[in-house]
């Protein structure tokens, strides 16, 4: 089986609730297997959003906080799959005592001692300890496997006493504890250890990088890269959190072209608003001049539509105009050798093998820097159409509503019946 797999790296709510409707559906008709999110959000709404509409948390980076996985009972023990090579923490929040918290750090202080601390729940969105009450603490060597998933079983014995094992050994069991009415379950890494869920496996899940990070697209990436035996046979996807419009009829056969041409690094949709998808459409005759002039961008890069807010609310008006009809490019590919923005792509998962990609600049890298070295050419796809909102300079001054609302509309005529229009949920 090759899967294919769709990464965005999300989410800002207003612009992504659209594309939500166009994977979901193109997930239930079987073209995309996974979607992986990536949280890299700016905000805590949109970060509040994504946990909410999205699924398990698969991976989190070692500076990401506590995330819900699951909770313990009497009747049922939670157990998780955790790949991780030190610092494991497990936040035990009581259902019956509302100011309690408990938190099991395994394999602390480089995969040596273990520590089990009573914390205040407020706690549990920061990394900082200093005089938390210490209940247990042990030396615990080599507690956690960095060669493969560490089991995970917290359990509550008859009188409420929580039991904690991993990979079959018994780590501890507090009596002083008494968790008879069950308990929520938090977990994190912590101290430069990445954590890994390798049980959660929803089609839809959750991929969180460490926060406040400039350029932080790297940390996908080097995930992939570092797991090349596991993705090597897929095909993957990656589109930006504001693609309004997706030509699901044509996803497959862009899917199918992109398998059947290894020879290109990437492979981009023809997309709207995308300065040298502007240019090579309005070369072919697909955008009259009465839209504007696209001119091909210096080097791939920038150029007057990038910049501008108008003449992106031109092309994007014309486009709703002709109801969301193909712009062809001159051929039904192209070539294209210089830099592209890389609103929605693919790759082959055997070429991870050269996207272990540092801190900076991921536009440039996958579309000038490996494909120059490798000396591969990239291609543009005519007949799959995708619809980019904004660049970011093009937002300056300039409010999307409208536009969003004209998406939404198409969504749902291109999707929906009318009898079947889902509400696009707010934020709260």
């Known amino acids: 089986m090759t899967p294919v797999i769709l990464v965005t790296f999300a989410g800002r709510q207003t612009r992504m609730e659209i594309l939500t409707q166009y994977i979901r559906r193109a997930l239930d008709l079987g073209i995309i297997d996974e979607w992986h999110i990536w949280d890299f959000t700016r905000s805590a709404d949109d970060h509040a959003w994504v946990t909410r509409e999205f699924g398990p948390a698969r991976y989190m980076g070692s500076k990401v906080a506590y995330q819900s996985a699951g909770t313990v009972s009497p009747s049922a023990s939670f157990r998780t799959s955790a790949r991780i090579r030190h610092d494991l923490h497990i936040a035990v929040i009581p259902n019956d005592r509302p100011h309690d918290c408990y938190e099991i750090a395994v394999g602390g202080w480089k995969n040596t001692h273990s520590v089990l601390r009573k914390i205040g729940r407020d706690q549990l969105s920061h990394f900082d300890r200093g005089n ?15 060669g493969r998933p560490n089991d995970v079983t917290l359990s509550v014995d008859a009188a409420g006493a929580p039991i904690l094992r991993i990979n079959d ?10 968790l008879s009415a069950g308990a929520t379950v938090q977990i994190r890494g912590g101290w430069g250890a990445d954590l890994e869920l390798c049980d959660v496996d929803a089609r839809t899940r959750r991929y969180i990088g460490n926060p406040n990070e400039q350029l932080p697209y790297y940390q996908a990436y080097d995930y992939y890269a570092k797991r090349f035996e596991d993705f090597e046979d ?44 502007a240019y090579l459409q309005q070369a072919a005759g697909s955008i009259p001049a009465s839209v504007g002039e696209f001119e091909h961008p210096p080097g791939g890069f920038g150029g007057t539509l990038w910049e501008s807010a108008e003449r992106a609310a ?9 109801d969301g009809r193909t712009l062809p490019l001159p051929q039904p590919s192209v070539d294209w050798t210089e830099r592209q923005s890389i609103n929605f792509i693919a790759w082959l998962g055997r070429d991870l093998l050269h996207m272990a990609l540092p ?9 000038i820097g490996v494909p120059t070295f490798l000396g591969r050419p990239s291609a543009i796809y005519s007949d799959f159409t995708v619809s980019h909102l904004s660049f970011g300079p093009q937002e300056r001054g300039w409010d999307p509503t409208p536009l969003i609302k004209a998406y939404e509309a198409l969504m749902r005529s291109r999707l929906f019946p009318e009898t079947e229009k889902p509400a696009l949920r707010a934020a709260g």
Do not use: M
């Open 169 to 178: 050994v018994t780590v501890g069991t507090w009596p002083e504890i008494n």
């Open 359 to 367: 801190q900076g600049d991921d536009e440039h890298a996958l579309t």
């Open 132 to 146: 938390e009450q210490t209940l247990w603490s042990q030396p615990t060597p080599g507690i956690l496997s960095p």
């Open 314 to 322: 031109k092309l994007h008006g014309y486009f709703l105009g002709e």
């Open 234 to 277: 897929a095909v993957f996807l990656k589109c930006d959190d504001d693609i309004v419009y997706v030509d699901i009829d044509k996803l497959d056969g862009y899917i199918q072209f992109r398998r059947a041409n290894p020879h290109y690094f990437i492979v981009s949709a023809n997309v709207v608003n995308n300065g040298v998808c």
